[in-house]
């Protein structure tokens, strides 16, 4: 293998976790990306209440990503083989962070969207106001 390309990685990828896992995976990254953008759009802002819950739901998402992998290979954390294995584990431990954070991040903006008053004089939606400031 001279060159690292996109297709020797999607060949590695389907080989290691098997063609229906792996392109299954690369659907549901994609739609939860097209919803977390689709939420980001239609707010146009972020809750920090719903990022807080995120963020304590991350490692939770670096703990499965690392155990799926594990099972997936049929591997243990004693088969780590040196710095570059703890180094790719803590990569895949930040993408499942990642990913669960956006996904908890969109299920709760569709479960919980943001509260309108009305419209302004510009016809722009005002959203409810912060946790205890007072509207004008």
């Known amino acids: 293998m001279k060159e690292l390309t996109l297709a020797t990685l999607i060949a590695v990828f389907e080989e290691m976790f098997g063609g229906w896992l792996f392109w299954l995976l690369v659907a549901v990254a994609a739609i939860v990306t097209a919803a977390y953008l689709f939420v980001l759009i239609r ?3 972020l809750s920090m209440k719903k990022f807080l819950l995120a963020q304590i739901s991350m490692p939770f998402g670096a703990v499965a990503a690392v155990l799926l992998v594990l099972r997936v290979t049929d591997s243990q954390l004693t088969d780590l083989g040196g710095p570059i294995d703890v180094i790719l ?25 943001p509260k309108t008053r009305g419209l302004d004089g510009d016809n722009q939606a005002v959203t409810e106001e912060p946790l205890g400031s007072k509207p004008v």
């Open 43 to 45: 707010d146009r802002s």
């Open 89 to 113: 584990f803590l990569g895949i431990a930040a993408v499942g962070a990642i990913g669960t954070s956006i996904l908890v991040y969109s299920v709760e903006s569709f479960l919980w969207p």
